[in-house]
């Protein structure tokens, strides 16, 4: 065995080998694999080897296409059989809301290039003939769709690396992990040690111990999944005997399973509730080619489903029951990217759907490694995208959650329960008292929108009693109401948003942003680091604020930051809570090495609230004795003040277009705060508001969000942030940026105006049209309670740019007229803001 290589990849399953293919591909042949038993021994052996393009997901979704595609091309590179059989994926629904998510799908489908057709029930007969159709509303079809078989799979990425120079051994047990004096790896193994630059885990089921080997708690646990195999069936047997093509996956989403042909019989993949987690704490060391118990019981409602909808199940004897693990993450979404805290260690873990997603991974992963960057947004799989929080007990019912909700309706609103509520805020109490109907991000808990305290959904308009997945609401509240229900289309908080709007833009609220990500960056260096990082100017003196990004090496968006000096040399971050480890990470990772700068997460110790409206100057005038005029107090400036018997830092700067404050405050002054602004704005009709009409009021100023108007897929000048970037210093992707912008901008933010809506708005992802001819994709979207204007930001071409260009969006299967109009449609010129 080597004893020095560039890349070490820990664990051969699919997506190990599939990642050692491409670092190889990509021209790093010292690169090394090492696997404790045999290639596909862990999860890999026992897959159905589903291949579903199906992702609402657009990181997964990119990353889905790819794999389906490599795998049609393997053979003719390698000379291996694959065992790909692309014979289509079709997907029934039974509810309107099912087939709205489908055709929300087929808008995401469109902006990356996934052809997908829409059957009717007849249609699906032609296709599937043993399937009944009664119930059935339509259905979906994916052509390029089918299934693979795993080993075959993993054995020709095996033999495409090692054409490319890279080594694979196999029975060698990685046990432990160091760090040189030189800052390499010295990966040890029970064959010996390799000193390497970086190290890939893609562990499996021994995620989490190979996590420990670097102090990390890898959020990854495994979940039990069963599958049933039957016996050849005689009609299925005819078809083969006449040449007819096998019928394709079937999957019956409101059941909640899968089902194809397996050697003349059938396959039933149910995911049920009540799914346990398994290899807690890891597998055995001698774990190898390992099975569970069945316990069909737990798949019985999914069984009698299956038979109902394709009688020909049970008409056969059961072959084999197949229960294995599977690895989950809370989201159901694999982890793709670098390790927090420690240089030079990747992960690839949490594979739920790892046939599927193997190709795609290890492209992706190795274009990071070996370039610095992907080539596709991916924070959607961003390892980093959990935080300390999720710990083994949270991440037991998460991760069972997840499994048990892969065929759910995933409802843009939707919010789902289990591990919550697990951060609170001081004020969460007093905010649900007065109807707070909550969210959760980072682990927090943020109020979405406020109810009526009287207020409930009527009953006929919940869930829908034939179907086995027809939950379509949040939880009831404490005394039993049922307050929201979800959709793809405007639902019943509609109205109550934009109350909370019109309150807020015509007297005063206060909403609870504590959950923002908080840094404190210090030291004699912090000043001329900072500036160095980002595009824009740090602020010059002691008070100022500015919106700075750090952006790619190729000039994409990274990360966004509020920077403050709130003390002399001593700068306050702020950034988006859903990203706190993330972006903590990449500054952490880019710090000097000569200690001149140091860096504290402070998040938890500071919270946030808001106050805005023309009226709040009224407000925090009985509460403080700072002048609070434009001249002494002016935008985009901070302060400390007294607010009542509490202090905090104020920041004249909110991302609703108000005026207003931010105050960042000690956590434990906030109910204090909270009281004493609800008392002295109550002559002014002080209400709390929630984050979706924060979200409504951001769309209509034109803000941008990472990842959606921000991501490294478009440069920062793409996204329209000219204004926050100053070419005359040096910042992290300067050279590239100014590159890309003077050979012509591939993309413009625009905003758009989308005419003729009645119950559906944007919600990010739709594609735009020019005629035929696919032009751009939304990435946000709603309602504009202030200008009553449906609206959504977009990227589209330059060309189609200008002011009153027309276009087409198509939402939920529907072609809408769209016009550019002005950036910030309320309040284009900051009048009310600076008021």
Avoid at 490 to 500: D, K, L, Q, T
Avoid at 525 to 549: E, M, T, V, Y
Avoid at 578 to 597: F, Q
């Amino acid at each position: 065995m080597e004893s020095r290589a560039k890349v070490v990849v820990i664990g051969g399953g699919a997506v190990g080998v599939s990642t050692l293919y491409h670092l190889a591909k990509k021209g790093w042949s010292d690169v090394v694999l090492l696997e404790r038993k045999e290639l596909t021994s862990g999860s890999t052996w026992h897959a159905a080897g589903l291949l579903p393009l199906f992702n609402l997901s657009y990181s997964v979704g990119q990353i889905h296409k790819y794999s389906v595609k490599l795998y049609g091309e393997l053979e003719a590179e390698t000379g291996m059989n694959a065992g790909l059989s692309r014979v289509s994926n079709i997907r029934l629904a039974r509810s309107q809301d099912r087939m709205d998510e489908y055709l929300y799908y087929a808008g995401i489908a469109k902006t990356i290039g996934i052809d997908v057709n829409f059957l009717t029930p007849d249609e699906l007969k032609e296709i599937w003939p043993l399937c009944e159709t009664d119930g059935i509303l339509g259905a979906i079809q994916h052509l390029d769709d089918g299934y693979i078989q795993p080993a075959d799979l993993t054995q020709a990425l095996a033999k495409g690396a090692r054409d490319n120079g890279a080594k694979i051994y196999r029975n060698t047990n990685v046990t432990g992990a160091t760090r040189s004096a030189r800052g390499s790896w010295i990966v040890e193994t029970d064959q010996g040690e390799i000193e390497c630059e970086h190290i890939v885990c893609c562990s499996g089921n021994f995620a989490r111990k190979t996590g420990e080997m670097f102090g990390l708690d890898i959020p990854v646990i495994p979940v039990e999944h069963q599958y049933i195999v039957t016996e050849a069936h005689p009609a299925i047997q005819e078809r083969r005997a006449q040449g007819l093509p096998e019928m394709g996956v079937l999957r019956e989403s409101d059941s909640s399973w899968y089902m194809r042909e397996e050697a003349g019989g059938l396959l039933l993949g149910p995911y049920e509730k009540g799914a346990p987690c398994c290899y807690v704490d890891g597998p055995d060391e001698q774990s190898e080619y390992e099975l569970f118990q069945e316990d069909l019981d737990r798949l019985m409602p999914h069984i009698e489903s299956a038979i109902e909808r394709v009688p020909a199940f049970g008409e056969v004897g059961i072959k084999k029951v197949y229960n294995g693990a599977i690895a989950y993450t809370p989201d159901g979404s694999p982890i793709i990217g670098p390790a927090w805290d420690v240089p030079n260690v990747w992960l690839n873990e949490g594979h739920s759907f790892g046939i599927t997603a193997a190709g795609g991974a290890g492209w992706q992963l190795a274009e990071w490694i070996v370039d610095g960057e992907p080539t596709i947004d991916m924070m959607g799989v961003d390892p980093r995208r959990f935080g300390p929080y999720a710990t083994k007990g949270y991440l037991k019912e998460k991760n069972e959650e997840a499994y048990a909700n892969v065929f759910t309706m995933h409802y843009p609103d939707e919010e789902r329960l289990a591990a919550r509520p697990l951060k609170k805020t001081p004020i969460y109490d007093r905010l649900k008292a007065r109807g707070a109907v909550f969210g959760s991000v980072y682990g927090w808990e943020r109020a979405n929108w406020f109810a009526p305290l009287d207020y409930s959904v009527p009953p006929e308009e919940l869930d829908y009693p034939d179907l086995l997945l027809n939950h379509n609401h949040a939880p009831a509240t404490e005394d039993g109401r049922i307050v929201e229900k979800w959709s793809f289309r405007r639902s019943n908080y509609f109205e109550f948003v934009g109350e909370e709007v019109k309150n807020v833009t015509q007297n005063v609220g206060v909403l609870d942003m504590s959950a923002f990500a908080k840094m404190e960056v210090t030291g004699p260096g912090a000043r001329d680091w900072l500036n160095g990082l980002f595009a824009n100017s740090i602020p010059k003196k002691q008070g100022r604020i500015a919106l700075c990004h750090l952006l790619t090496r190729s000039g994409g968006v990274l990360s966004e930051f509020t920077v403050y000096e709130w003390h002399p040399g001593r700068f306050y971050l702020v950034s988006a809570g859903a990203y706190e480890r993330h972006d903590h990470d990449v500054l952490k990772k880019a710090l000097p090495n000569d200690g001149s700068v140091h860096l504290s997460t402070i998040t938890s110790q500071h919270g946030v609230l808001v106050l805005a409206g023309p009226k709040s100057r009224d407000v925090l005038a009985k509460l403080t004795d700072v002048d609070l005029s434009n001249a002494a107090f002016p935008w985009l400036s901070g302060q400390k003040i007294s607010v009542g018997r509490a202090t905090a830092h104020a920041l004249r700067v909110n991302f609703v277009g108000e005026l207003g404050w931010e105050f960042h405050h000690p956590i434990e002054m906030q109910l204090e705060i909270f009281d004493a602004l609800m008392e002295a704005g109550a002559e002014f009709g002080i209400q709390p508001f929630g984050i979706r009409a924060m979200d409504a009021m951001r769309l209509e100023k034109s803000y941008r969000l990472i990842p959606r108007e921000l991501s490294i897929e478009y440069s920062a000048y793409e996204s329209g942030l000219d204004r926050f970037i100053k070419p005359a210093k040096d910042f992290v992707g300067k050279e590239a940026l100014l590159k890309r912008h003077g050979a012509g901008d591939n993309w413009s933010f625009v905003t758009l105006e989308i005419h003729g809506i009645k119950d559906a708005d944007a919600r990010g992802s739709e594609a735009i049209f020019d005629g035929e001819t696919l032009i751009g994709r939304a990435t946000s979207g709603g309602y504009g309670w202030r200008v009553e204007k449906s609206l959504a930001l977009a990227m589209v071409p330059p060309a189609y740019s200008e002011l009153g260009s027309k276009m087409q969006i198509h939402i939920l299967g529907e072609a809408y007229q769209a016009t550019v109009i002005e950036e910030s449609p309320f309040d284009p010129e900051n009048v009310v803001l600076r008021g």
